[in-house]
Each structure stands twice: as structure tokens, then as C-alpha cells.
T-cell receptor, first 114, second 112 residues
Framework: DTGVSQDPRHKITKRGQNVTFRCDPI?????LYWYRQTLGQGPEFLTY????????KSRLLSDRFSAERPKGSFSTLEIQRTEQGDSAMYLC????????????FGPGTRLTVL | DAKTTQPPSMDCAEGRAANLPCNHSTISGNEYVYWYRQIHSQGPQYIIH???NNETNEMASLIITEDRKSSTLILPHATLRDTAVYYCIVRAGSGNTGKLIFGQGTTLQVKP
């Protein structure tokens, strides 16, 4: 069990550029979550997938954000036309079927928008 | 999901027990109490959860009051590696999305 991995770990981009992050959950975990965390705050829920279906999206997920999990395994989170307010840590977590009790988090991708 | 209240920060001496309180006075009968922690520059880590009975695992103990309006996370022998932000989260059990709603947590500083 290698844990949840995220790539890249750090991303610096200029305002207006598009960025894409990848999350690889623990194998056979059917639920996958994305959270965003700004400095000094707790993580905020963005969206979650059960297998390949995106079942809930937060109001925080504006139309510039899109997430996919095409084969029910890895997931991508894309931000289009980045803004300075998008600077944050983007965290991915997964949990196994029937066990939402515990979520296993990855190390996060830190995005800095200049 | 019920709102929780935690002190913003606490100190603890290394080797002593760390007792982290959490108030959740509006908790519903089907809501569990979860604790996660986040060590600097890492993702959150699950610690323990419970409904109404006290729980213990290899990391910590969770004491829930009889009226379930508050709880205490106990780290029996705190080490420097336990320095982290600790989040108390109240959430319904089965049949929900599983999303976690984090507050600002308690920053625990373990000192030598």
C-alpha cells in the first residue's frame, strides 16, 4: 500500500495560465476527494467521486475548475485562467468502498499564482 | 453537520499526556466525532473516531461525554512528532458523501 500520491508537489504559474494536478488514490479505493487549503485555514471540500462519477461539487468549485476521474482510478483537477486567489494547497484523499470513516490524504500540491 | 469549537492553541511537555478538548453542543444522534491531525507541510491524517463510547487505538484515546456535547482527544505520551494542528470534526455516519468539514483546529506544540 503506497498511499495517496499527488503530482506535482509544487507548481508556480502566472496569472491567466491553466494548470492541471494529478492524484493517484490508494488502489481499490472507490471514493476520491479534492480539498483546498489556504494558509492558516483548515482544508475546504471541493468535490468527490465515487468510481468515475462526480457526485458532489462545492460552490467553491467555480466554472474555471474541472475535475475528472475517467476510469475510476486516478483523478485530475484543472484550473483554467488562474487567479492569484487560487494560490493554495490542493489536497486529494481517498477512502475504500463502504468505509468513509477514514480518508487517506496525499501530500498535496502547492500552487502559487504570480 | 454540527459545528465544533476548539481552542486555537495548546502546549504540552514532551512525555506528558496531551488532552485536546472539543465542544460540539449541537451534535445529532447519528453524528460521529472524528479527529484528524495535520503535521506541517503534510496532508491530514486520521486519528480516531467514535459515536458515544470511549475509543482507544494505537495513536490516541477519545473520551466522549455522556450527553455527547463535548469530547477530549488524549495523546497519552506526547512526543515532539505530535506537534501538529488537530481537527475535531462532527459528521453523520453511513449514507453520506463522506466529505469532511474542517474548522481551524487546535495547534498543539509539544515542547522538550
Amino acid at each position: 500500500d503506497t498511499g495517496v500520491s499527488q503530482d506535482p508537489r509544487h507548481k508556480i504559474t502566472k496569472r491567466g495560465q491553466n494548470v492541471t494536478f494529478r492524484c493517484d488514490p490508494i488502489s481499490e479505493h472507490n471514493r476520491l476527494y479534492w480539498y483546498r487549503q489556504t494558509l492558516g485555514q483548515g482544508p475546504e471540500f471541493l468535490t468527490y467521486f465515487q468510481n468515475e462519477a462526480q457526485l458532489e461539487k462545492s460552490r467553491l468549485l467555480s466554472d474555471r475548475f474541472s475535475a475528472e476521474r475517467p476510469k475510476g482510478s486516478f483523478s485530475t483537477l484543472e484550473i483554467q485562467r488562474t487567479e492569484q486567489g487560487d494560490s493554495a494547497m490542493y489536497l486529494c484523499a481517498s477512502s475504500p468502498a463502504g468505509r468513509t470513516d477514514t480518508q487517506y490524504f496525499g501530500p498535496g500540491t502547492r500552487l502559487t499564482v504570480l | 453537520d454540527a459545528k465544533t469549537t476548539q481552542p486555537p492553541s495548546m502546549d504540552c511537555a514532551e512525555g506528558r499526556a496531551a488532552n485536546l478538548p472539543c465542544n460540539h453542543s449541537t451534535i445529532s444522534g447519528n453524528e460521529y466525532v472524528y479527529w484528524y491531525r495535520q503535521i506541517h507541510s503534510q496532508g491530514p491524517q486520521y486519528i480516531i473516531h467514535g459515536l458515544k463510547n470511549n475509543e482507544t487505538n494505537e495513536m490516541a484515546s477519545l473520551i466522549i461525554t455522556e450527553d455527547r456535547k463535548s469530547s477530549t482527544l488524549i495523546l497519552p505520551h506526547a512526543t515532539l512528532r505530535d506537534t501538529a494542528v488537530y481537527y475535531c470534526i462532527v459528521r453523520a455516519g453511513s449514507g453520506n458523501t463522506g466529505k469532511l468539514i474542517f474548522g481551524q483546529g487546535t495547534t498543539l506544540q509539544v515542547k522538550p
